[in-house]
C-alpha cells in the first residue's frame, strides 16, 4: 500500500485495515482515523505527524531545558512542554551545598539534560550525571516544533549530517526542539535559516533537493545580494498578506 502525503484533520477516515493503525490514528467500529492534524503517511503503517503540538517528555530523551526557579533541593526547568522538570541537586555532577545552587546554575541558564524519569502523574525528573550533559554556555540556541525534529534530523541522521558538512556548524538537536549550534557567525546564520526552510517545509516532499538547492545559492550569495534577498522576501510577505485580505 503507498499513498501520498497529505493534510487530514483528527476525526479524518483512513482506512479500514486496523492492522496497519500507527501513530497519529485511532481505532473505531473498525476502522482507522487521524487523531491530529497533520500528514498522513501510508506505506508499510498508517502514520499522522502532527503539524504542530508540545512535547511530551519520555525518559531518556536528551532535552535543552532553561533555569525558571532555583527552589530548596531542586532546579525548576522549562522544557517547552505542559510538564516542568525538576533538577534535583543531587542529579548536578558534582556534589554542591543547596545554599550555593544559584551559584552554578540559576534563573535563565540553558542545560542539556538527560530525562532520567516520568511518572504517572508526569513528575519528569532530569539529571546531568552523564558525560554528553552540561551548561549551555556558548553559541546560540533556536526552537522548533516539536514534531519536526525526525525531520530535521533526517533518515539515519542525513539531513542533519548534511547541514553540519555545509555549514561547518557543531549542531545538537534536542528531542523538545531546541536547537544548539556554534560555529562562525555566518556560519550560524546560514544554519539558522536553513533549519527554519525545513520546518516550514518539511511536510513537502522533494525537501532534501531543495535543502541542497538552497544551500548552494545561500553560499554563493554575496552579502550584498543576501540582504537585498531578504528585503524581497519580506516584501513579497507583505504583499501576499495584503491579497489575504
Known amino acids: 500500500m503507498k499513498m501520498d502525503k497529505k493534510l487530514v484533520i483528527p476525526g479524518d477516515f483512513l482506512s479500514d485495515d486496523v492492522k496497519l493503525a500507527d501513530e497519529g490514528t485511532y481505532v473505531e467500529d473498525g476502522k482507522v482515523f487521524s487523531s491530529v492534524f497533520g500528514i498522513v503517511s501510508m ?54 551545598d543547596n545554599a550555593e545552587m544559584s551559584k552554578y546554575l540559576n534563573v535563565g541558564d540553558s542545560i542539556m539534560a538527560l530525562v532520567s524519569d516520568v511518572d504517572e502523574s508526569m513528575k519528569v525528573e532530569l539529571t546531568l550525571n552523564d558525560q554528553r550533559l552540561r551548561q549551555i554556555k556558548d553559541g546560540r540556541v533556536i526552537e522548533v516544533t516539536p514534531s519536526k525534529v525526525p525531520r530535521l534530523i533526517g533518515r539515519n541522521g542525513s539531513m542533519i549530517a548534511m547541514l553540519k558538512n555545509e555549514t561547518g556548524c557543531n549542531i545538537f538537536i534536542a528531542q523538545n526542539g531546541r536547537v544548539w549550534l556554534t560555529g562562525k557567525d555566518k556560519n550560524v546564520d546560514l544554519a539558522v535559516r536553513t533549519i527554519q526552510k525545513i520546518e516550514n517545509e518539511s511536510h513537502i516532499s522533494g525537501l532534501t533537493e531543495r535543502i541542497v538547492k538552497f544551500l548552494k545559492e545561500e553560499k554563493g550569495l554575496t552579502v550584498k545580494e543576501r540582504v537585498k534577498k531578504t528585503e524581497e522576501e519580506k516584501s513579497g510577505g507583505i504583499l501576499d498578506e495584503l491579497l489575504d485580505k
Do not use: A
Not at 504542530?52 to 536528551?62: A, E, H, L, Q, V
Not at 522544557?79 to 525538576?86: A, F, N, Q, T
Open 43 to 96: 506505506n508499510k503503517q498508517i502514520r499522522v505527524v502532527p503539524l504542530s503540538g508540545k512535547y511530551i517528555p519520555k525518559r531518556d530523551d536528551i532535552v535543552i531545558g532553561i533555569i525558571t526557579e532555583v527552589s530548596f533541593s531542586n532546579w525548576i526547568v522549562d522544557i517547552r512542554s505542559p510538564y516542568e522538570g525538576l533538577l534535583h541537586i543531587s542529579e548536578f555532577p558534582r556534589r554542591i
